[in-house]
């Protein structure tokens, strides 16, 4: 089975600074991935698909790059709506198969 | 408005069941495949089943094979999971969640809702 790796598992970060947050696959998935964000209480919200399509009603500070088996998804300027958590998801193979996620939180 | 509305979660004993439901609205249901996925306390997201539009194809991870089933009613906009046989490493809280496929062959998950907790403790 394909692994996905999220690195760091916590990320201290302040208004405005630039934030990238890595996923890595276990094998090539291609450019079968995306990012979710995870509030919560709150339902997990697709942020990024196919590694780099911003999905509609997402902010343009939020873009996905990478393939094969390493991928970033960065935001450019933190927004105090952006403390989440962000998961990576591989979608090469029939079984989604998810990162272990990135805390986002206030430095 | 798409709208996944979880409900059916609590607290049970090891070897009970309890059966999750997920109403939506929004969009037309029986257009579309529809996943549950978990998220166990400390833990990622771990996907666990999978059923098709018409109900014909269900799909589940190993470790809840033979104790879950997932069902839909498309006439209700509903979808199920039948948990049997709980185990405490079954805790978790369930999100159902509506996919959108791709040509990998692979699924990701365009709306979801806010889930319901399953707790299986003694």
């Known amino acids: 089975d394909i692994q996905m790796t999220q690195s760091p598992s916590t990320l201290s970060a302040s208004v405005g600074d630039r934030v990238t947050i890595t996923c890595r696959a276990s094998?090539?998935?291609?450019?079968?991935l995306a990012w979710y964000q995870h509030k919560p209480g709150k339902a997990p919200k697709l942020l990024i698909y196919k590694a780099s399509s911003l999905e509609y009603g997402v902010p343009p500070r939020f873009s996905g790059s990478g393939s094969g088996t390493e991928f970033t998804l960065t935001i450019s300027s933190l927004q105090p709506d952006d403390f989440a958590t962000y998961h990576c998801q591989q979608y090469n193979s029939f079984s989604p198969i998810f990162g272990g996620g990135t805390k986002v939180e206030i430095k | 408005q798409i709208q996944l509305v979880e409900s059916g979660g609590g607290v049970v004993q090891p070897g009970r069941s309890l059966r999750l439901s997920c109403a939506v609205s929004g969009f037309t249901f029986s257009t579309y495949g529809m996943h549950w996925v978990r998220q166990a306390p400390g833990q990622g997201l771990e996907w666990v089943a999978r059923?098709?539009?018409?109900?014909?194809?269900?799909y589940y991870v190993d470790s809840v094979k033979g104790r879950f089933t997932i069902s839909r009613d498309n006439s209700k906009n509903t979808l199920f999971l039948q948990m049997n046989s709980l185990r405490p490493e079954d805790t978790a809280l369930y999100y159902c969640?509506?996919?959108?496929?791709?040509?990998?062959?692979?699924?990701?998950?365009?709306?979801w809702g806010q889930g319901t907790q399953v707790t299986v403790s003694s």
């Open positions: 059923l098709s539009n018409d109900g014909s194809y269900k």
């Open positions: 094998q090539s998935i291609s450019d079968w």
């Open positions: 969640a509506k996919e959108v496929g791709a040509t990998s062959g692979g699924y990701y998950f365009d709306h």
